[in-house]
């Protein structure tokens, strides 16, 4: 089946059980005045944001996910209408999604069709090094790798995979490589009957063939991108310009919201409303934050619910607003420009009453520092961390399972770099001695310029070796990063 069928036909099976009962309330007013086929009033009405396709369980054994996931070249159109040699995981972009429930045990047997090495990382996973799909594992060109992991109860939220290849990772991810994974929670407590959307976004710039444009390293964009990390000018929603999310007055919708971009940070808004901030990277967190705006860095999720508190048969956008994350020398011209995301198009239909939420959505129970075994500095200069890049043979930090640390990440320069740790969620305890309003799970924490950011961290399983680094991925391509060693009891030196 090709894509573009295959993307037809989810958008029908998608937008069928949300948009039906609008459709059939709005039969007799918007369409009332000549008769339209019940299958083109739907598809009138029907969002054009288009969810990626969800990977295919091929087992049958219950609580396990077994799928296939393959890298490759591709044809196809990064730049809506512009078809180039792409790559992509089974020939889509985004990937398709893996979409699994706590507890379930996953098998992904994934083979690299690629001309060149690389690896799936599950960001933000809890799962056991040797499956972590770090640099330290390649998969060589024409090689498969199963990765198998259980999923961690508690975890529900928001994740995704891309490569994370030595050096190559921003390069293959502007090629078209990155998915999204939904962790669900059986008991989820936010309302089954909420519509859920999924957005990915990244940003790209293209040739005037539609091909990426990745400059030359030792020409002036070159090195305009390894200092600010590689941003496009083109802003895509699941792969998509512009697309459309189709809303009532009165629905609130449930959204979960990935920043698969190398560098760009979002500060997303919608004019004239709030959004409900209700989970971050490592899921829901207890109550409801009401935020006029919200900044995402590279690789932070977030899940906001939606509201539709504007009137029937009006529009409004979801942008991304001006956010100074720059070096004054580097900053570019247009930092400052607002950008369209999508819009939201509000249906005719009558207003509905807003659902109820409820009170807690979940307890987010802080991690213990009365017993903190070591508090850690982590310095971040430009491309630097504690002044030097990454060794594949060395061992920056050696912690002990079992230990809760607290890490202390002080940027001493003067723009953003996104902290991000493989394996462990953290909690972030303040920044720049401020204490965090909100307790929430994270993976990435966007270390503002001169900014000092304490998260508390506990190595509670899998040891092995895991990475931290900076996730703009010029900076981490470049050694922005660094290994920590979690070393089991029998490991311990003896005193
Ligand atoms: Cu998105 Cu090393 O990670
Ligand atoms: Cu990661
Ligand atoms: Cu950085």
Redesign the pocket.
């Given at each position: 089946m090709s894509l573009q069928h295959r993307v037809v036909r989810l958008r029908l099976m998608r937008t069928f059980p949300t948009i039906i009962v609008p459709a059939i309330l709005l039969g007799a007013f918007a369409f009332s005045r000549r008769s339209i086929h019940p299958r083109e009033r739907a598809a009138a009405l029907a969002d054009t944001l288009v969810m990626p396709p969800v990977l295919k369980n091929i087992s049958s054994v219950p609580a396990t996910v077994e799928v296939n996931l393959v890298a490759g070249p591709a044809r196809l159109a990064l730049l809506p209408g512009h078809v180039t040699s792409a790559y992509a995981y089974n020939g889509s972009v985004p990937g398709p999604t893996l979409d699994v429930h706590e507890g379930d045990h996953v098998i992904i047997h994934f083979r690299n069709n690629l001309p060149e090495p690389t690896t799936i990382?599950w960001?933000g996973l809890h799962i056991p090094a040797a499956m972590d799909g770090s640099p330290l594992r390649p998969v060589g060109p024409g090689k498969q790798y199963d990765y198998i992991f259980t999923i961690p109860r508690g975890t529900a939220g928001t994740y995704w995979y891309?490569p994370?290849p030595d050096v190559r990772t921003g390069y293959q991810m502007a090629m078209g490589l990155f998915g999204a994974i939904i962790v669900r929670d059986a008991n989820d407590a936010l309302p089954a009957s909420l519509p859920e959307k999924l957005l990915i976004l990244s940003d790209n710039r293209f040739k005037p063939d539609g091909a990426p444009d990745i400059a030359d390293p030792n020409g002036s964009q070159g090195e305009i991108d390894q200092e600010n990390g590689r941003e496009g000018n083109v802003l895509l929603v699941n792969g998509q310009l512009s697309p459309v999310i189709n809303i009532r007055s009165g629905e609130t919708q449930r959204w979960r919201v990935i920043n698969v971009s190398a560098a760009r940070i979002y500060r997303l808004a919608i004019p004239g409303q709030t959004m409900l901030h209700v989970g971050d990277d490592g899921g829901l967190f207890e109550h409801p934050r009401e935020v006029n705006d919200i900044l995402l860095a590279n690789?932070e999720r977030v899940e906001l619910l939606i509201r539709g508190t504007q009137p029937p048969n009006t529009r409004t956008t979801l942008q991304t607003l001006p956010y100074d994350r720059y070096d004054p020398h580097t900053r570019p011209d247009d930092w400052d420009v607002t950008h369209d995301l999508l819009s939201l198009r509000y249906l005719g239909a009558p207003p509905q009453p807003f659902v109820e939420l409820p009170r807690v959505m979940r307890t987010v129970v802080a991690l213990d520092t009365t017993h903190v075994t070591r508090r850690q500095v982590i310095v971040l200069s430009q491309g630097l961390i504690n002044g030097r890049t990454m060794l594949m043979g060395r061992v920056d930090i050696r912690s002990r399972l079992g230990a809760t640390e607290i890490w202390q990440i002080e940027n001493v320069v003067t723009m953003d770099h996104p902290f991000?740790l493989?394996g462990f969620q953290f909690q972030i305890l303040d920044r720049d001695g401020v204490p965090e309003p909100y307790r929430s799970w994270k993976d990435v924490v966007n270390v503002r310029k001169h900014q000092i950011v304490r998260i508390v961290v506990r190595f509670d399983d899998f040891p092995g070796k895991w990475?931290f680094?900076c996730?703009i991925l010029d900076h981490e391509d470049h050694g922005m990063m660094g290994i920590l060693e979690v070393q089991p009891p029998s490991a311990r030196r003896k005193s």
């Open positions: 990382h960001h891309h994370h690789s991000h493989h990475m680094h996730h």
